[in-house]
């Protein structure tokens, strides 16, 4: 009965392959988003959807491209990985926009990505 | 320079210990986060909030938004409450809900 999953939880790749890392919540919530945790341990936030519609699209290389099927789950999916992409990456989600209101997001578990 | 500034960076304590973790920020927001991060790396968020103060169990957290700065402070710290603790704000202008997070600090309590 997890609330927010990512799967998988460790991903370790070559430079140049595509991957995707996926994102489900069942806590009914409306807005899911995609943060990058890097080894620094400095959180920023990379895409945000809200009933799967694109509303946050901070400064990413276009090899990061998110995928909403449903309000439900946000996909991430990388293509031409780099380096610089080995991170843990968090799915978060939180009940909607509702009217500009602040709310609570919750977090994933994080998958960690190693580029070799 | 970041839009927000945690101190300190690191922090050990003493079992028992009152914590206190400053957040300043320098831009418009309409909510601060306080989040906990685990050594295994889960993220739990602890406090939302946007004016005066909050407590949850043996954690405080106070807002004062003219002076830009939040606190988070633990009373009767314990081991387990070892963790990088975090401050997120949500911008007023902009996207809405997108957070700024500061660099966290990590607490360790000694026993």
């Known amino acids: 009965d997890t609330a927010v999953s990512q799967t998988p939880k460790y991903l370790v790749t070559q430079m140049g392959n595509d991957k995707s890392i996926k994102c489900e919540q069942n806590l009914g919530h409306d807005t899911m988003y995609w943060y990058k945790q890097d080894s620094k341990k400095f959180l920023k936030i990379m895409f945000s959807?809200?009933?799967?519609?694109?509303?946050i699209n901070e400064t990413v290389p276009n090899r990061f491209s998110p995928k909403s099927p449903d309000k439900a789950h946000l996909n991430l999916h990388i293509n031409s990985l780099e380096l610089g992409d080995s991170a843990v990456y968090f799915c978060?989600?939180?009940?909607?926009?509702?009217?500009?209101?602040?709310?609570?997001?919750?977090f994933g578990p994080g998958t960690r990505l190693l580029v070799l | 320079k970041n839009e927000v500034e945690q101190s300190p960076q690191n922090l050990t304590a003493q079992e028992g210990e009152f914590i206190t973790i400053n957040c300043s920020y320098s831009v418009g927001i309409s909510a601060l986060h306080w989040l906990q991060q685990h050594p295994g790396g889960g993220i739990v968020s602890l406090f939302m909030?946007?004016?005066g103060k909050k407590k949850h169990g043996r954690l405080i957290a106070t807002i004062n938004i003219q002076e830009k700065h939040s606190s988070l402070h633990i009373t009767a710290s314990h081991p387990r409450d070892s963790a990088v603790y975090i401050c997120a704000v949500r911008s007023s202008g902009g996207a809405t809900n997108k957070l700024i997070f500061g660099t966290g600090t990590l607490l360790a309590v000694q026993p």
């Open positions: 978060a989600s939180s009940l909607g926009l509702a009217g500009g209101l602040a709310e609570t997001q919750y």
């Open positions: 959807y809200n009933n799967k519609e694109l509303i």
């Open positions: 909030l946007s004016s």
